[in-house]
């Protein structure tokens, strides 16, 4: 079974690295999972992981919404998150009773630092009665004081699914301004950002068009408005594969993190991926070193109080009830 786990892992990983880098990583993969079987543990990783962490040693992949529902379907005593502090955070709350871990507490995100809870609670007094929307990509004392959580994946379905015609959108405005362009609603922005995706700008959707015009050019809506008006499409990372699958794509153009593209290589080898990509620092804290101490060593384990698990859960199951 683990020489199945480790071909599978050096055909996706593969993609990117030479046979040596892989035949250097491979003892700690075997290590790895070896610790994952002694502990009862299962391994959740997001899509942007580098290759080596994303292949062979995680169970469930996916994107923000995806690993927030598969967290709570595994009755594993140990849940390893591979991804920054919130989405292991995310899966605490869901999941309070297992010791949930993360290999590195540093891997934070520009997002989720951009606000505190007594922001929110500010914010309430300034628009009594407005309903306050939060991207998942935020901490666990903002998902206490909002009213409900959306992804990428789902953020306009939330939105809609509001009985008030004005919504507050927080913490990433250009998450807002993609939600403002499809609902009629009036969206009241937090000028949070992220530090990857903001660096794209039109100039770069236009100078893409032109070198590559066959290429399907798709961005995250946590991109500028004026970036994701001109692109193919856009979505969360893991609707990004979606669409490649089912668009046909020979050639696509990655406006986002660097290891989507690695990763999507694997699946996709006849596509060619046209490199534009940014790296995000925090998901990049994450590697395998680090995720073998961690499991070896029960590190570093996320804790959370039982009023601040009670209170964010709340927010989290209306966002899961709605999608
Ligand atoms: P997804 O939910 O689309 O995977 O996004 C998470 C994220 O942090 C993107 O920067
Ligand atoms: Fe946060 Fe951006 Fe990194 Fe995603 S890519 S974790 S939003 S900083």
Not at 232 to 259: H, N, P, W
């Amino acid at each position: 079974m683990t020489n199945k786990i480790i071909q599978k892992w050096r055909e996706g990983a593969g993609k990117v690295y030479l046979p040596e880098e892989l035949d250097e990583r491979e003892p700690l993969v075997r290590e790895i999972l070896e610790l994952k079987k002694q502990k009862n543990a299962i391994i959740l990783g997001h899509n942007y992981m580098t290759p080596d962490v994303y292949h062979g040693i995680s169970d469930v992949v996916g994107d923000s919404l995806e690993l927030a529902r598969r967290s709570k379907e595994s009755n594993a005593d140990i849940i390893l998150f591979n991804g920054v502090h919130f989405m292991a955070e995310t899966a605490k709350i869901l999941n309070p009773s297992r010791k949930v871990l993360i290999a590195d507490l540093k891997a934070g995100c520009s997002l989720a630092e951009s606000m505190t809870g007594e922001d929110v609670r500010q914010l309430r007094k300034k628009y009594p009665g407005v309903p306050i929307v939060s991207y998942i990509n935020c901490t666990a004392d903002v998902k206490t004081e909002v009213d409900i959580i959306c992804t990428s994946a789902n953020a306009v379905k939330i939105v809609e699914s509001l009985a008030s015609d004005t919504v507050l959108v927080v913490p990433d405005g250009y998450l807002a301004q993609n939600i403002q362009k499809q609902t009629k609603k009036k969206i009241i922005p937090w000028p949070g950002k992220c530090m990857v995706h903001e660096l794209y700008t039109e100039f770069d959707v236009d100078v893409a068009r032109k070198s590559f015009p066959q290429a399907k050019i798709i961005a995250h809506p946590e991109c500028k408005e004026t970036v994701t008006a001109k692109v193919d499409f856009t979505g969360s990372t893991s609707q990004m594969g979606k669409y490649i699958r089912e668009s046909g794509a020979d050639q696509v153009l990655l406006m986002t993190e660097c290891s989507m593209g690695d990763n999507l290589r694997a699946e996709f080898p006849k596509v060619n991926f046209i490199s534009s990509c940014q790296t995000c620092p925090h998901m990049k804290k994450i590697t395998l070193e680090k995720v073998r101490d961690a499991l070896r060593d029960e590190k570093y384990e996320i804790l959370l109080s039982d009023d601040t698990i009670k209170r964010a859960r709340a927010s989290l199951d209306r966002m899961l009830a709605v999608v």
